[in-house]
């Protein structure tokens, strides 16, 4: 397995691309089932969890082709073979439950494994069934499979109404929707930027939507959904880390593409800490006010609020700030897992629930550490980029799922980083 290592103490200074968002070409690549004519996304992300759903597409029966060395994925699913979904590719990749609408919708049958849970928490899909069997489907859940049928005439619009904000199941229903009878209204629904890209691209693609982004989302069905190309939203969650790296170590860097309306919440609690945000055409150059950073509280929450994938990796920087900061994490139960890890560099955190209290010290010290998490994983290298001499994050599998290149991008800034197999010293 690779590891990274990461040598602290460089300041940072130049210009980091960033690139299309994860967590919308997951839930763009399904709507190709939607059609059987041809979808083409653009400046898609090159990432693991990428190339899982394309495994996925493809056991269905689905084309996927990823072309200009990834950036462009061209998919049909003219002619599906199969409207099962394997544990063995579900288990890898929760988003994959992503595929049980559009199925309904297609051809008013799905077989999709359930996702287990993953480290962060259990992760159920209760509501993205409630809201498909709001609209007719009749779902049976049996040997780890959700095994669903739409009625003879298809899914039928209806109201549905989340008890709380999820992003996949306001995803899965909104898809399934474009194609059922009659009108649908999704009230509560997630507001995230990746929904509105979602809306936007099943709009060129034919379909009758209003009113995403804000709480209610209104679908008139209609009969068939015509191919598209459409361009991958910016990945705010990316943004968002590489805005931590200058933040952290100090130095000046410009965040390509950025733009402040994709992280309102997050840009603010960044001012409050002493961090100054500039926009521009080319995108966000972040660099510190003064010396040290000032403690702040944090409270995550759905879009428009906190996202709670930019969590962890403020936490990194809280560890250094001047003060006793406070986190609450209100998203997902169990997401505090880079604490113990950072604590092994020095940091001086306490976990009580979902809660977090973190009492800032001058440096942290490298130390081997290991990625739990995706998210987790790269909080560890931005303390790494602080830290007093060298820091290992250990399983970065587990960042090649959500970050391209992130040894690359940060050492075109001036950090002192570099990927090697398990075991081995750094060569530079
Ligand atoms: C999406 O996950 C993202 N993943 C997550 O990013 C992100 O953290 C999350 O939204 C919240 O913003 C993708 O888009 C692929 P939810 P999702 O449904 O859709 C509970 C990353 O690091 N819930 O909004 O699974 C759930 O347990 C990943 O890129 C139910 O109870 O998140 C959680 O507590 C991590 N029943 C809360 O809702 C359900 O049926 C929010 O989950 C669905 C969710």
């Known amino acids: ?148 049928r739409a009625p003879s005439g298809g899914l039928r619009g209806a109201v549905v109404e989340f008890p709380l904000v999820s992003v996949g199941a306001t995803e899965n229903a909104l898809m399934a929707a474009t194609l059922a009878r009659g009108t649908t209204e999704l009230r509560n629904a997630a507001r995230e930027p990746e929904i509105v890209d979602l809306a936007r691209c099943l709009r060129r693609m034919g379909a009758r939507i209003e009113g995403e982004g804000g709480g209610t989302i209104t679908i008139e069905g209609v009969d068939r959904l015509r191919g598209a190309t459409h361009p991958v939203v910016t990945d705010r969650i990316e943004l968002g880390t590489y805005m931590l790296a200058p933040a952290i170590c100090g130095g000046e860097v410009t965040c390509l593409g950025g733009r402040i309306e994709l992280l309102e919440a997050f840009c603010e609690r960044l001012d409050a800490a002493g961090i100054h945000v500039e926009e521009s055409p080319r995108g966000l150059t972040v660099a510190r006010r003064n010396g040290r950073v000032s403690a702040i509280d944090v409270t995550t929450a759905p879009f428009p609020g906190f996202p709670t994938d930019l969590q962890a990796q403020i936490m990194a920087l809280l560890c250094t700030a001047e003060g006793v900061s406070h986190l609450e994490e209100t998203i997902f139960e169990n997401r505090f897992m880079h604490a113990p890890e950072l604590a092994r560099m020095g940091a001086r955190i306490e976990v009580h629930g979902g ?53 690359e991008k940060l050492a075109a800034v001036g950090a002192r980083i570099e990927r090697t197999r398990e075991g081995e010293a750094a060569h530079g």
């Open 1 to 148: 397995m690779d590891q990274i290592i990461v040598q602290g103490g460089a300041e940072l200074r130049g210009e980091i691309p960033i690139a299309g968002a994860k967590n919308a070409c997951l839930t763009l690549m399904p709507a190709t089932l939607l059609t059987d004519e041809p979808l083409t996304l653009t400046n898609a992300p090159r990432l693991s969890d990428i190339r899982t759903m394309t495994a996925l597409l493809g056991s269905l029966g689905a084309e996927v082709a990823a072309l200009q060395d990834g950036r462009v994925l061209a998919l049909s699913s003219h002619d599906l073979t199969s409207h099962r979904a394997d544990y063995d590719i579900v288990r890898r990749m929760r988003a994959s439950i992503l595929v049980l609408g559009p199925l309904l919708a297609r051809d008013g049958v799905a077989e999709v494994s359930l996702p287990g849970g993953c480290a962060i928490g259990a992760r159920p899909v209760d509501l993205h069934l409630m809201a498909l069997e709001r609209m007719g489907a009749e779902l049976d859940l049996r040997d780890g499979y959700v095994h669903a």
């Open 355 to 407: 809660r977090a209290t973190v009492t800032g010290v001058e440096r942290l010290r490298g130390a081997p550490v290991m990625a739990t998490d995706l998210r987790a994983s790269v909080s560890l290298i931005l303390a790494g980029l602080a830290a007093e001499g060298e820091t290992i994050v250990r399983r970065v599998y587990h960042l090649d799922r959500g970050y391209e290149h992130v040894e």
